[in-house]
């Protein structure tokens, strides 16, 4: 990459006026909104019978809480210069341990805290294997995915859990019924994406984040654990993959073995799409979010409109490549 | 006597089979300047690096204000006062001046939310305090944009923030120029007028003698001269000393039995 840190002259007077202040700092979110209403607008005209009626909105408001609880976590550990692979086995995971402590006739409150302590003991130990054995995240989180997964798969003999009863508890009607026709945990999810947001912005954990994905040894001679930040991100995405299980399963009232499996790439491209460089040091938790956004509205609106999976794959693709794209054009990498 | 702020004891450091440091002696007073010289590799670094606690020696002790520490690290290092400019300044270029300055002691509220505007207006008061200003930047542009020497102002600014009794500059002037030299000066003044201490690390001889009240030289790994201003009145003494060092039985025409200083090892 040859990145210039050449950049038009209305950066170089960056205190110009609060308004384009906010447009700078968050160019990459706004750029990644720009995507969606342009997205939006295209499929408006191409197919106004789907996208102007209420029943695509409503799939994308189930499925999307589940994908920000991944997103999200997911901008820390790649702005920590790290990647996580394993998140869908943890998540299936947790939510096996949740949907084991329901089924025992567990109070689902506190089989939800069995849920997040799994998730986080989880990311806990992945982060710590790829932080002090200083193996490439890509590859062990990889390999941590697979062995999880296939963990649950040698103990459960691939048998689902069925949870009708939980219909009937308050936890369901706290964390998945629906209000005034919109599903609760859209909320849910987007007060997890505000709390992240003040977090990688406004907190001494973001600012590390930051700080170590940016330059760790940097970071490590102005005297911040890097190790333990690292480890931190990864128990963060542990403790998102967590609640992504546990709302996946409320919402069907079904724990599968394959619970997560299909949110790994779509998660991932979330990230990107959303503005987060692979590079770490600098991303977006707002763009993320869209980014998990234009992600759903792809898949519910290729499936919606009747077209096959062949669709979707392409145009999964094409959207991607066209946001890094963008993005390359938006941002510099300063070195 | 003034009061021993920090000493090394006979600190060595390996790195594999390279030998680095051999046995170093070193100590730094309250309220003076002092400047260590000595070829490229000769350990400057590696020395200050472990003062800073990111390099752990090998052997010998470290002496803050008389005690001997234990478990020594960079927290706890700038925690007993010491803060460091290193020489490749440590700097995270893709974030803002604000982050770089508070980088790892952000200004936070009780659960450890940032106070954004404290840290800003922190950040623009001690840019000021050294003289590093300027109509193009402020203190949320991201230190990538700057130059080699505004970068420099960055690092020295957060050393400066936390009123450290020990400020350690390697190579500060380096790639500075003439006037941004001179506020480097300034501001290394300005601290020992403040009673605080300063190490000063430095390859242009006539910059060190000037600024430093006490020279210290390191010859692959080991100290081969410690000597006062008063024993070095002018800095080609001091230069004729460094050529001796480098060729013990070359052209140099300094005699080191006529200045017979603390030379050690
Ligand atoms: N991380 C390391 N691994 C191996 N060898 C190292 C390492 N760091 C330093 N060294 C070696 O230790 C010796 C001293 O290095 P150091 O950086 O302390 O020198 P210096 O006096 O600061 O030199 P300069 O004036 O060029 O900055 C050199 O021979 C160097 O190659
Ligand atoms: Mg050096």
Do not use: C
């Not at chain 1, 992945?126 to 062995?147: D, H």
């Not at chain 1, 599903?183 to 170590?212: C, D, E, K, M, T």
């Not at chain 2, 840290?119 to 203190?139: C, D, N, Q, Y």
């Amino acid at each position: 990459m040859t990145a210039t840190t050449e950049t038009g002259a209305e950066q170089r007077h960056p205190n110009a006026s609060p308004f384009r202040r906010f447009l700078i700092n968050n160019r990459a979110a706004l750029g990644t909104l720009a995507v969606f209403v342009v997205m939006m607008a295209i499929f408006v005209v191409a197919n106004p019978r789907v996208f102007l009626a209420w029943p695509l909105y409503s799939s994308v408001l189930v499925t999307l809480p589940v994908a920000l609880f991944l997103v999200v976590p997911l901008v820390f550990v790649v702005t920590v210069g790290e990647i996580d692979l394993s998140f869908p086995a943890t998540m299936g995971f947790s939510a096996w341990i949740f949907a084991l402590l329901v089924q025992a006739g567990i109070d689902p409150f506190i089989a939800i805290i069995g849920g997040v302590v799994t998730g986080v003991v989880l990311g806990a130990g992945v982060g710590a294997i790829v932080v002090y054995a200083g193996l490439s995240s890509l590859i062990a989180t990889l390999g941590m995915n697979y062995m999880l997964r296939g963990l649950i798969m040698i103990i459960t003999e691939g048998k689902s859990i069925a949870l009708l009863g939980l219909r009937d508890s308050t936890a369901y009607q706290i964390f998945s019924s629906s209000l005034a026709g919109i599903p609760v945990q859209i909320f849910w999810a987007l007060a997890f994406v505000v709390f992240s947001a003040f977090l990688y912005n406004r907190h001494r954990f973001g600012a590390r984040v930051h700080a170590v994905g940016d330059n760790p040894d940097s970071a490590a001679q102005m005297g911040i654990d890097v190790r333990r930040i690292r480890i931190a991100t990864f128990m963060y995405m542990g403790l998102g993959a967590a609640f992504a299980g546990v709302f996946s399963v409320m919402i069907n009232f079904t724990w599968w073995p394959t619970t997560g499996d299909g949110y790994l790439l779509p998660a991932l491209a979330s990230v990107f799409v959303g503005g987060t460089p692979a590079w770490g040091g600098i991303g977006t938790v707002a763009g993320g979010a869209i980014g998990a956004l234009i992600i759903s509205f792809i898949q519910s609106g290729i499936i919606s409109a009747g077209l096959t999976g062949f669709y979707l794959q392409f145009f999964n693709g094409l959207i991607i490549v066209l946001a890094l794209l963008g993005h390359r054009w938006n941002q510099a990498r300063y070195r | 006597m003034a009061e021993r702020l920090i000493e090394l004891r006979e600190v060595t450091k390996s790195y594999g089979r390279v030998f680095a440091l051999g046995g170093v002696n070193l100590h730094v007073d309250r309220g003076e300047v002092v400047g260590l010289i000595g070829d490229n590799g000769a350990g400057k670094s590696t020395l200050i690096k472990i003062l800073a606690g990111v390099v752990k020696p090998t052997s010998g002790d470290i002496l803050v204000r008389g005690q001997k520490v234990h478990n020594w690290n960079g927290a706890r290092s700038r925690d007993a006062g010491i803060e460091t400019v290193f020489q490749d300044r440590a700097l995270a270029v893709q974030q803002t001046i604000v982050r770089n300055i508070f980088m790892g002691r952000e200004i936070a509220g009780g659960l450890g939310f940032l106070r954004v505007r404290k840290e800003h207006s922190e950040a623009e008061r001690l840019m000021r305090e050294i003289g590093f200003t300027s109509k193009v930047f402020t203190p949320d542009s991201i230190v990538g944009q700057l130059s080699g020497g505004e970068r420099q102002g960055v690092a020295i600014a957060r050393a400066i923030y936390n009123k450290a009794d020990l400020i350690v500059l390697d190579e500060p002037t380096t790639a500075l120029s003439l006037t941004e030299t001179e506020k480097v000066f300034r501001f290394v003044r300005a601290v020992r007028a403040s009673g605080r201490s300063i190490l000063f690390i430095g390859h242009n001889i006539h910059h060190v003698h000037d600024i430093a009240d006490r020279f210290v030289v390191l010859d692959r790994g080991r100290v081969a001269l410690k000597a006062d201003k008063a024993e070095m009145e002018t800095a080609e003494k001091l230069i004729a000393f460094m050529e001796h060092v480098a060729h013990p039985k070359g052209i140099s025409s300094f005699d080191p039995s006529a200045a017979v200083l603390e030379v050690r090892q």
